[in-house]
Structures are given as structure tokens and as C-alpha cells.
């Protein structure tokens, strides 16, 4: 008589993975900054699929409700999961009909707890995520890390965003800047993302937010330079053989 098979261990080999252990098709950075009426963020539109730059439709900007917009880094899979999440929040909010709407501060919040507790579970969700939104006048602008580190400021970025936008954005930020001088500086800062990141694709859209509403810009591709020295020999100087 044949014994029954052992029952499958949860550390056995055999067992069933049901999370995300490596990020699979990523996006790269997403820039948020404060302007005079609102908020605005930028990201472009390509999926990496490892370092092959597969998908160049990609959008990674959302609407969060009626005061809020999101944009991610990181993997894509693990950002619609989060919408979902985020679409049952807001349902659950207006099921209430009681005149009250989620605000930025608290979406953010519920972000905060949800990359923390993943994160706990040695599960998380492989995103960086930027939240911009205006409520009753007040502008809010937060991000929040795979691993659940959260803070506000009047400019934020992901990714390799982080090194190369932030230092434009801190020489030329200002608080009262206008749409127009937000949109140009948000552009600078991707057309150089652009020359210097390889996940980068000259495919983007920026979005604002004002007591209005959210907008998303259709699609558009930046104009680029590409015969600076340094781009057509950029080995010269290198030490090496190569």
C-alpha cells in the first residue's frame, strides 16, 4: 500500500509563489512639482521589460478621485494593483453620499499604510509613488517608497529623477511660478532624463491638478539634439583600451 504524498511546505521548493519577487516591466522616473494654481506631474510613457525597453504606451499618471492624481515608478503590474485598491477606497467613500471626499493628505495616508504593510509581509509593491492634489485651497504634493518612507515637499521626483531633475528643479523652482513656466521646466528636466537614463522614452504626458479638477495631456514626444560633442565621441578621454 502506497503512502500519501506529503503535503507541500510553504518553504519547499515546490511551493506556490503568489508575489512579486522581482520587478518584471518597470517604468522609470515621474517629476511632481507645486505651481501657482496647483500641482503638476510628468513621466513618460516606456515599460522595460528587464533592460529592453518593450512598451511605449505605458501611462503612469492617474486621477485618485475628485482632489487627487498619481503617478509610479517601478513595476506596472504592482501600480494597477494599487489603483484597484485605490478604486475600491474611493467607491467605498462615495457610497457614504454625505457631501465629504477624500482629499490628497488622506490618500496619501492610506498609501503610506498600504506600501508599510506589504512591506512587513516581505510582499511589497515594487512602486514609488508621487501624489499631487488640491482640496479647499491647499496644495499637496507627498510620495511614498516601496518600503513605506513618506514625506511632502514643493518638489518631488523618482527614480533617476532623484539625481538628474532634482538639481534643475531646486535652481529654478519657485512658488509662484505660472502653468506655462511649470510645464518648461518639468520638460527640461525630462528632456534631460531623456538624453541620460536609457528606460527613458521620448514619449510623456503631463498632468495638473487645480481646484477645477485633474487634466492629463495627451501624449507628445519632445525636441531633442542629439549632435553635442560628448554624444558623438563619447569615449574620448576615457582611460582604458576600450
Same mark, same amino acid.
Given at each position: 500500500?502506497?503512502?500519501?504524498?506529503?503535503?507541500?511546505?510553504?518553504?519547499?521548493?515546490?511551493? =506556490?509563489?503568489?508575489?512579486?519577487?522581482?520587478?518584471?516591466?518597470?517604468?522609470?522616473?515621474?517629476?511632481? +512639482?507645486?505651481?501657482?494654481?496647483?500641482?503638476?506631474? /510628468?513621466?513618460?510613457?516606456?515599460?522595460?521589460?528587464?533592460?529592453?525597453?518593450?512598451?511605449?504606451? *505605458?501611462?503612469?499618471?492617474? !486621477?485618485?478621485?475628485?482632489? !487627487?492624481?498619481?503617478?509610479?515608478?517601478?513595476?506596472? !503590474?504592482?501600480?494597477?494593483? +494599487?489603483?484597484?485598491?485605490?478604486?475600491?477606497?474611493?467607491?467605498?467613500?462615495?457610497?457614504?453620499?454625505?457631501?465629504?471626499?477624500?482629499?490628497?493628505?488622506?490618500?496619501?495616508?492610506?498609501?503610506?499604510?498600504?506600501?508599510?504593510?506589504?512591506?512587513?509581509?516581505?510582499?511589497?509593491?515594487?512602486?514609488?509613488?508621487?501624489?499631487?492634489?488640491?482640496?479647499?485651497?491647499?496644495?499637496?504634493? $507627498?510620495?511614498?517608497?516601496?518600503?513605506?518612507?513618506?514625506?511632502?515637499?514643493?518638489?518631488?521626483?523618482?527614480?533617476?529623477?532623484?539625481?538628474?531633475?532634482? %538639481?534643475?528643479?531646486?535652481?529654478?523652482?519657485?512658488?509662484?511660478?505660472?502653468?506655462?513656466? $511649470?510645464?518648461?521646466?518639468?520638460?527640461?528636466?525630462?528632456?534631460?532624463?531623456?538624453?541620460? =537614463?536609457? @528606460?527613458? *522614452?521620448?514619449?510623456?504626458? +503631463? /498632468?495638473?491638478?487645480?481646484?477645477?479638477? *485633474?487634466?492629463?495631456?495627451?501624449?507628445? !514626444?519632445?525636441?531633442?539634439?542629439?549632435?553635442? @560633442?560628448?554624444?558623438?565621441? %563619447?569615449?574620448?578621454?576615457?582611460?582604458?583600451?576600450?
Amino acid at each position: 500500500m502506497e503512502s500519501a504524498p506529503a503535503k507541500c511546505s510553504l518553504l519547499s521548493p515546490e511551493a =506556490d509563489i503568489q508575489r512579486t519577487q522581482y520587478p518584471y516591466v518597470t517604468g522609470t522616473s515621474v517629476i511632481g +512639482i507645486k505651481y501657482k494654481d496647483g500641482v503638476l506631474l /510628468a513621466a513618460d510613457m516606456g515599460g522595460s521589460y528587464g533592460s529592453t525597453l518593450r512598451y511605449k504606451s *505605458v501611462e503612469r499618471l492617474k !486621477s485618485v478621485g475628485k482632489h !487627487s492624481f498619481l503617478g509610479a515608478s517601478g513595476e506596472i !503590474s504592482d501600480f494597477q494593483e +494599487i489603483l484597484r485598491n485605490l478604486d475600491e477606497l474611493i467607491l467605498y467613500d462615495n457610497m457614504w453620499d454625505d457631501g465629504n471626499s477624500l482629499g490628497p493628505k488622506e490618500v496619501h495616508n492610506y498609501l503610506t499604510r498600504m506600501m508599510y504593510n506589504r512591506r512587513n509581509k516581505f510582499n511589497p509593491l515594487w512602486n514609488s509613488l508621487v501624489l499631487g492634489g488640491v482640496k479647499n485651497g491647499q496644495k499637496y504634493l $507627498g510620495t511614498v517608497s516601496m518600503i513605506g518612507v513618506h514625506y511632502e515637499d514643493n518638489h518631488l521626483a523618482t527614480g533617476f529623477g532623484n539625481h538628474l531633475a532634482k %538639481p534643475i528643479i531646486r535652481d529654478e523652482w519657485r512658488e509662484d511660478m505660472s502653468y506655462e513656466e $511649470g510645464v518648461k521646466l518639468l520638460e527640461k528636466c525630462m528632456r534631460v532624463l531623456l538624453y541620460r =537614463d536609457r @528606460s527613458a *522614452v521620448n514619449k510623456l504626458q +503631463i /498632468a495638473k491638478i487645480t481646484e477645477e479638477g *485633474v487634466t492629463i495631456s495627451q501624449p507628445y !514626444s519632445l525636441k531633442t539634439f542629439w549632435n553635442f @560633442s560628448a554624444f558623438q565621441n %563619447p569615449t574620448a578621454g576615457a582611460v582604458g583600451s576600450w
